[in-house]
């Protein structure tokens, strides 16, 4: 089985190389980039989740991963109409970006499980830059034999 990173990585990776707004990616942060212009991906582990459940007596499992990925939208003041429509978007572009590239390193969790994009309900203020933070939820699974 991969890791919870590596598989967080790949969906970063999917994301960054699909949404041209996303100008910063960290999966070692908790807090966009400084130097953002536009959007920030970060890999937080908090709110994430494994789910592991035995399909056979021989071993054989399967994982389900939560995975949570969020979009830091800076505010422009000078332009904050564009600064709100990226953030209303930006979310929707990603998970179908997500859809897009399913099993080039990670597989979308089975038929019915939703991808969620959020956007929070507040501005935030980061060193007194103002973001509005969209948060992707995303299940993806693999099976694998554990010994």
């Known amino acids: 089985m991969q890791t919870v990173t590596t598989l967080a990585q790949a969906m970063a990776d999917a994301i960054a190389d699909a949404v041209p707004d996303i100008?910063?990616?960290?999966l070692n942060s908790y807090l966009p980039a400084v130097e953002t212009?536009?959007?920030a991906?970060?890999?937080?582990?908090?709110g994430?989740?494994?789910?592991?459940?035995?399909?056979?007596?021989?071993?054989e499992w399967e994982a389900l991963h939560r995975?949570?990925?969020q979009l830091w939208v800076k505010v422009d003041t000078g332009a904050a109409d564009d600064s709100m429509e990226r953030a209303r978007n930006i979310g929707h572009l990603a998970l179908i970006a997500l859809a897009r590239a399913d099993g080039d390193g990670y597989a979308l969790a089975p038929e019915g499980t939703p991808l969620l994009s959020e956007?929070?309900?507040?501005?935030l203020?980061?060193?007194?830059v103002p973001y509005v933070l969209v948060t992707l939820t995303v299940?993806?699974?693999?099976?694998?034999?554990?010994?």
């Open 119 to 123: 956007v929070g309900p507040d501005i």
């Open 23 to 26: 100008d910063a990616v960290d």
């Open 41 to 46: 991906l970060v890999g937080v582990p908090t």
């Open 37 to 39: 212009r536009r959007a």
């Open 48 to 59: 994430s989740s494994t789910t592991l459940t035995p399909l056979t007596l021989g071993g």
């Open 67 to 69: 995975v949570r990925l």
């Open 139 to 147: 299940t993806v699974w693999e099976t694998d034999v554990i010994a």
């Open 125 to 128: 203020s980061v060193a007194e």
